[in-house]
């Protein structure tokens, strides 16, 4: 029986998407699957290279790949790609709700007339000299 994927590290999926041709094999497998030379084909890198970035891909649970005779054919594993996505989405939230808290307090201060570093006092002084 096979065990469902397991969600891979951050780091391991960060460091397979870290690569320009690695990424350009990830846009295409969004299409569908693909053979190896089908992945190869619009690259400028040699099918070795290809097959060693494929490798570090399915290392990390972002492609997976079977082979039916001479040819191996991938796919994307989207649970991987939904470990990046989270941990983005995750911080994302974070920093819209700290920008958040900032423009409301800009907006507090701004709502203030006049100088912020005088007092009521001092200008209405001012007013009467």
Request: glycine fraction near 4%.
């Amino acid at each position: 029986m096979q065990q469902p994927p397991r969600e891979p590290p951050i780091d391991v999926v960060f460091h397979a998407l870290s690569d320009a041709n690695r990424r350009a094999m990830i846009d295409r497998l969004l299409d569908g699957p693909a053979s190896v030379s089908e992945l190869a084909r619009p690259l400028t890198i040699s099918l070795p290279a290809v097959v060693q970035h494929l490798h570090v891909l399915e290392a990390s649970g972002v492609v997976r790949s079977h082979k039916v005779g001479r040819v191996r054919t991938c796919e994307i594993e989207p649970l991987a790609l939904s470990t990046a996505e989270r941990w983005i989405s995750e911080r994302r939230a974070t920093w819209e709700a700290r920008l958040d808290r900032l423009g409301e307090f800009l907006a507090g201060d701004s709502d203030e007339s006049g100088p912020s570093t005088q007092s009521k006092k001092t200008r209405s002084k001012r007013r009467s000299q």
